[in-house]
């Protein structure tokens, strides 16, 4: 009778690095990673393969025998359960960024290079004064008052007035934001009071400043100015953007940008804007024609008051 030696309590019985012990069972080892990956696969082969023998033979019963809640339960908490999980997850994220690109050059072919966000395209006022330059003689309107200022020239008020009444993120998002756009898309559906655009300051800039983008109210619409809001973002400094933005904003009849509303409703620069008439400034915006004092036909003083 032979000696087991050594490795007594088990033996080889072929070159394929299986084993058997004493007691009949087979072990496998794997020396390196590809026989690890084999093994791997055998294993999950049969497993498949045991599975499917204890479903019914026609494909609608094999559909409702998945559905069932404890199979989906065991499934989907199992291990192969999760890589499916993961695997619908990455196509899913690839398949969303496929489709994003695509929309993204099909709407941008359409749309004129990023234009300037100075408003020139709004009109704008010239006002003549004497040879000492302090006395003003005429001011030509041309149908819109509009005197542009630069950043330091605008009060700090007001500034921080619109950016908590028009776009209360404006210096964490990267031009649009998505929980206004999905709320603003909610209430709209769902009818609850006005039409809510959910419109950041940089998409209202675009819309304002940029030719080519439109008014109305459409997906496509609201495609092209996400688009130029982004880029937008990436031209120029969140500051720069604000201060276009108040350049460009409406305050009701002709008055256009926080120069003009100033000047016409106080007397006085924008830069010199005290609390309560940065407020009453930010309130008209969001409707020019409901809020502005100087609309006649449609003027709310108590809407107006009330939102300031």
Same mark, same amino acid.
């Given at each position: 009778?032979?000696?087991?030696?050594?490795?007594?309590?088990?033996?080889?019985?072929?070159?394929?690095?299986?084993?058997?012990?004493?007691?009949?069972?087979?072990?496998?080892?794997?020396?390196?990673?590809?026989?690890?990956?084999? /093994?791997?696969?055998?294993?999950?082969?049969?497993?498949? /393969?045991?599975?499917?023998?204890?479903?019914?033979?026609?494909?609608?019963?094999?559909?409702?025998?998945?559905?069932?809640?404890?199979?989906?339960?065991?499934? =989907?908490?199992?291990?192969?359960?999760?890589?499916?999980?993961?695997?619908?997850?990455?196509?899913?994220?690839?398949?969303?960024?496929?489709?994003?690109?695509?929309?993204?050059?099909?709407?941008?072919?359409?749309?004129?290079?990023?234009?300037?966000?100075?408003?020139?395209?709004?009109?704008?006022?010239?006002?003549?004064?004497?040879?000492?330059?302090?006395?003003?003689? =005429?001011?030509?309107?041309?149908?819109?008052?509009?005197?542009?200022?630069?950043?330091?020239?605008?009060?700090?008020?007001?500034?921080?007035?619109?950016?908590?009444?028009?776009?209360?993120?404006?210096?964490?998002?990267?031009?649009?934001?998505?929980?206004?756009?999905?709320?603003?898309?909610?209430?709209?559906?769902?009818?609850?009071?006005?039409?809510?655009?959910?419109?950041?300051?940089?998409?209202?800039?675009?819309?304002?400043?940029?030719?080519?983008?439109?008014?109305?109210?459409?997906?496509?619409?609201?495609?092209?100015?996400?688009?130029?809001?982004?880029?937008?973002?990436?031209?120029?400094?969140?500051?720069?953007?604000?201060?276009?933005?108040?350049?460009?904003?409406?305050?009701?009849?002709?008055?256009?940008?926080?120069?003009?509303?100033?000047?016409?409703?106080?007397?006085?620069?924008?830069?010199?804007?005290?609390?309560?008439?940065? /407020?009453?400034? /930010?309130?008209?915006?969001?409707?020019?024609?409901?809020?502005?004092?100087?609309?006649?036909?449609?003027?709310?003083?108590?809407?107006?008051?009330?939102?300031?």
């Amino acid at each position: 009778m032979a000696q087991l030696g050594p490795n007594r309590g088990r033996r080889s019985v072929n070159k394929r690095n299986t084993y058997v012990t004493k007691s009949g069972q087979s072990i496998k080892l794997n020396r390196n990673i590809s026989d690890r990956w084999k /093994a791997r696969r055998e294993q999950l082969i049969r497993s498949k /393969a045991q599975r499917l023998a204890g479903m019914p033979k026609s494909r609608v019963g094999r559909f409702f025998y998945r559905l069932n809640p404890k199979r989906m339960y065991h499934y =989907w908490f199992s291990r192969e359960g999760a890589l499916m999980a993961l695997r619908i997850t990455g196509i899913g994220i690839v398949s969303v960024f496929v489709v994003l690109l695509g929309l993204f050059a099909f709407f941008r072919k359409d749309l004129p290079n990023l234009d300037s966000i100075s408003g020139a395209n709004l009109g704008g006022s010239m006002r003549y004064y004497d040879r000492t330059g302090k006395v003003l003689l =005429w001011d030509d309107a041309e149908g819109v008052k509009r005197y542009p200022v630069e950043d330091k020239q605008i009060s700090n008020y007001i500034k921080q007035a619109t950016i908590a009444v028009e776009d209360k993120d404006f210096f964490k998002h990267g031009g649009f934001d998505v929980r206004g756009i999905v709320r603003a898309g909610v209430s709209d559906t769902l009818g609850h009071g006005t039409k809510q655009g959910g419109s950041t300051i940089t998409q209202q800039l675009v819309r304002l400043t940029q030719n080519g983008v439109g008014h109305q109210q459409t997906i496509s619409r609201k495609v092209k100015e996400l688009i130029l809001a982004v880029e937008l973002e990436r031209s120029y400094t969140k500051q720069q953007i604000l201060t276009g933005y108040l350049n460009s904003a409406p305050y009701g009849g002709i008055e256009v940008g926080v120069e003009a509303g100033a000047r016409d409703y106080f007397h006085k620069s924008a830069k010199d804007l005290t609390l309560d008439e940065a /407020a009453f400034l /930010a309130s008209m915006p969001k409707a020019p024609t409901y809020y502005s004092p100087y609309s006649l036909e449609d003027f709310d003083q108590k809407a107006l008051i009330g939102r300031q």
